[in-house]
């Protein structure tokens, strides 16, 4: 028996709840990982990565494989230690398909010997620095590090290639001049294809930073493959043979 005020629900007055999609991953562009638990020496590496124009993104040991699969940023700088846990993560990132192109920047804080730097380039390291005792030659060390695997300087409102140019701020796409319509994802898609021109593009990648879901989220491969094979289309034989699909890994634009 139901009292006066109490009210009765039918399944079909009862609202569906909706999935909660995973939230976007942030920051993606000119990042660098930033491997280093002493707050005092991040405080001194910031302003240094951040005044050459990249982002520094601070991950534990922990972390750094799956942030560096989902940002594909374009150097990661890992403090060795005292320990082999800085060696360890540069094998790892190495090792794995997704990070094993990014560049590996191995930096110790006290002296190091050649046994040290052995072990560091035997991890798989790109480059192996000690830490200067003036932060001055600090920061002319570091810059020459970044300006090494710094990507193309394009302009932010341009990215040309040959015939095909991208105007970032209205976001346009033109072929030989004649202006090509696309999508905003195929735009996407597209500049991030030439910001890593040459290199190899993953899947996994494409989808946290274009379509904005973080790792967690179950990659879809079908739907950046959709989009892709959509862009090679409108942008016709000439650039859209370029994006080259790599089987199992993703994407390369062929310069």
């Known amino acids: 028996m139901l009292c006066n005020n109490q009210k009765v629900f039918f399944p079909s007055m009862i609202p569906e709840a909706k999935p909660i ?5 942030q920051g993606a562009g000119r990042l660098v990982l930033l491997v280093e638990q002493d707050p005092s020496f991040v405080k001194i590496l ?3 990565i951040e005044e050459n124009g990249f982002k520094p993104i601070v991950v534990a040991g922990e972390d750094v494989v799956s942030q560096a699969k989902a940002r594909q940023p374009y150097l990661i700088l890992v403090n060795v230690g005292l320990d082999s846990e800085g060696l360890k993560t540069c094998s790892d990132l190495k090792a794995s398909p997704y990070t094993g192109t990014v560049p590996v920047a191995l930096f110790s804080r006290g ?3 050649e046994l040290a730097e052995e072990q560091g380039f035997a991890a798989g390291a790109d480059d192996y620095f000690v830490q200067p005792a ?3 030659l600090l920061r002319h060390r570091l810059r020459a590090i970044l300006r090494r695997y710094s990507p193309p300087s394009d302009t932010p409102e341009d990215l040309q290639i040959e015939g095909l140019t991208l105007d970032v701020r209205a976001r346009k796409v033109f072929v030989h001049g004649k202006p090509v319509a696309v999508t905003r994802k195929e735009f996407d898609l597209l500049a991030t294809f030439l910001r890593k021109r040459g290199q190899v593009v993953y899947t ?3 989808y946290h930073t274009v379509w904005g879901y973080g790792e967690s989220a179950p990659v879809d491969s079908h739907t950046v493959k959709v989009h892709v094979s959509s862009l090679r289309s409108k942008l016709g034989p000439e ?4 994006i080259v699909n790599l089987p199992g890994l993703g994407y390369r634009f062929e310069t």
């Open 21 to 25: 999609s995973p939230a976007p991953l």
């Open 46 to 48: 910031r302003p240094i």
């Open 111 to 113: 002296l190091a010997d």
């Open 134 to 136: 003036s932060e001055e």
């Open 204 to 206: 996994t990648h494409l």
């Open 239 to 242: 650039f859209g043979r370029r």
